[in-house]
């Protein structure tokens, strides 16, 4: 895993680099940040031993970045590669259980509006890998028990997703929703619960520059 995330970080770190800032707004290619900035997520729950959802909040740590395709000034793509901290919170009775995983991810979407004062709608789907899953549980905040594994086996390998945003300037919000169980159904530990998980996320559109024009400057300036 670490190696696939430095390569994917090489890869796309080299496509920006190879972009001057005035090729950039000419070129149909450009380099971003990705949309998942603070996720607030809540889930669908169900079954004989689900709680009541209450929403969660993770600012941090979710980083990623994003490559855009413009088809032409009214249309385009987005190739998306990051890294975010997605779960949810429920309550039974008077026990508290939080997971999560940190997640490994890749999308794809069309995006549909002005190109040009970077004004547009999207919509797409990703795949994220789950490689490492955290579990509290606490009455009234107390007698707090809390276990944490690497690539465990109570989340499914991947978790397919579909979503849909809207980008005005420099400020991004995605609303994501996840078709299959967050937990693994295959588990002991987690039968009779059924989770889908729906985030809501926020976001800033850093675009990044690099000025080739003066070989005294590297990396000079970002914009909003």
Known sequence: MKKTLLVS??????????????DLHTSKWHYASQ?????????FTSGANSGDPIMR??????????????FNKHAG???GVGIK???FIEKRGDTTFKKR???????AALKFGDMKTNRF??????L????????????NRSDKRKSSEWFSTATPQFLPNVFVGFVRKSFSVKLQYYPINFLNENSSAYKGEKVNLVLLSFGHDFKFFVDKSDPNKKHLEFEM
């Open 57 to 70: 909040y993770a600012p941090f740590f979710n980083i990623g970045h994003t490559i855009h395709n413009e």
């Open 121 to 126: 709608g999207f919509i797409g789907a990703g």
């Open 101 to 107: 995983v940190y997640a490994f991810g890749v999308s």
């Open 77 to 79: 793509a987005i190739l």
């Open 128 to 139: 994220d890998l789950p490689f490492n899953y955290k579990e509290k549980q606490f009455v």
């Open 35 to 43: 949309f998942d900035g603070s996720i607030f997520s809540t889930a």
């Open 85 to 87: 901290n997605i779960g």
């Open 9 to 22: 970080s090489l890869l796309i770190s080299a496509l920006a680099v190879g972009q001057t800032k005035t």
